[in-house]
């Protein structure tokens, strides 16, 4: 089992943080709800609470491929007890009816100024996408992870394609009484895709490539294909997108076109780099990662900007398997 210790320097002298005792259910739907970016960068929560068959779900996202994302919070250890109860909600939602889910999703987005028709069009996604039914990506938050759940989630993840991502976090108190947040990724080692509905679901590099053609960054996305494949990277293509996810898990992305009309301004595609994934995967800093790419954010480039954006990114990710080597 790992043990995270956190401390404290003052005065040149390291003082140990203490296991704060914190409703950690609550306040971690809370501050989930509040940055949904302690998950996954570009998650969106459209619901809280959502009324199903199985009972309410803590928190629904979507992700920025218009994917479907169920959160389960636990207030202390992730037990195998838990994989039952999220698999459980999943089946709930892909019953419920699409006039359900976009009401109760609207009922929470309006107070907030949106609504679930524009957060989806924004993804290249639509309500209609809803009739095939919704098949979440799974996250378990808890503090931290039963050795049953983790053999669990590897043996789904492999052989059932499901996508489970476990996140454990662990609150402490500094010697000044400030609250500190560890979080701690548990990563499966090998995770097969699974085709998925709506948007997210895949489509062909061909058909792919035959969109670029239509709003010019067919050139863009030769790049982003070529250096994926130097990198041995996992190709996932979506209906206006291709991600790349990194080897040890096909799940998550590395770095994403968009090159659909939406996301198109003069010839210039979309790009996202994932610092999260740079810094899980490849073992870069957060402040290293900044200096090459700036804070996240989408990248609308030319062909010279996606050719130095690649080129940054292949050199670190080579620079990164090249230490793991050695």
């Given at each position: 089992m790992t043990h995270i210790g956190i401390w404290s320097v003052i005065n040149g002298t390291p003082?140990?943080?203490?296991?704060s005792a914190i409703e950690y259910e609550q306040h971690l739907e809370d501050w989930i709800e509040r940055d949904p970016s302690l998950l996954e960068s570009g998650?969106?929560?459209?619901?809280?609470?959502?009324?199903?068959?199985?009972?309410?779900?803590?928190?629904?996202?979507?992700?920025?491929?218009?994917?479907?994302?169920?959160?389960?919070?636990k207030r202390d250890r992730?037990?195998?007890?838990?994989i039952a109860q999220a698999i459980d909600y999943a089946s709930c939602l892909q019953r419920l009816s699409?006039?359900?889910?976009?009401?109760?999703s609207n009922t929470y987005l309006e107070t907030r100024g949106t609504n679930l028709k524009d957060l989806l069009s924004a993804r290249d996604a639509s309500i209609d996408d809803l009739s095939e039914g919704v098949d979440p990506v799974i996250y378990l938050v808890g503090t931290s992870i039963d050795a049953n759940l983790e053999r669990m989630v590897d043996y789904l993840s492999e052989r059932a394609g499901l996508e489970i991502r476990v996140i454990t976090f662990t609150a402490y108190r500094s010697s000044s009484g400030e609250t500190l947040l560890a979080r701690e990724i548990h990563e499966q080692t090998s995770a097969q895709t699974k085709p998925t509905s709506g948007q997210s679901k895949a489509t062909s590099i061909e058909d792919l490539l035959a969109t670029a053609r239509t709003t010019g960054t067919e050139e863009a996305l030769n790049l982003c294909l070529r250096v994926g494949e130097q990198l041995g990277l996992h190709l996932r293509p979506y209906k206006t997108s291709a991600m790349f996810a990194p080897p040890a898990n096909k799940t998550r992305c590395l770095f994403t076109i968009w090159v659909g009309d939406k996301h198109v301004v003069d010839s210039n595609a979309k790009l996202w780099i994932s610092h999260d994934s740079l810094e899980l995967f490849y073992g870069y800093s957060k402040a290293e990662i900044e200096k090459r790419f700036g804070p996240p954010r989408d990248h609308f480039l030319d062909i010279p900007g996606f050719k130095?954006?690649?080129?940054v990114l292949k050199e670190m990710v080579t620079q990164a398997d090249s230490s793991a080597g050695a």
């Open positions: 003082v140990e943080s203490q296991t998650l969106c929560i459209v619901a809280r609470q959502l009324r199903t068959e199985g009972g309410p779900l803590d928190l629904l996202a979507i992700d920025r491929n218009g994917q479907w994302v169920l959160i389960e919070i992730l037990r195998r007890e838990v699409p006039d359900e889910l976009v009401e109760q130095q954006k690649l080129a």
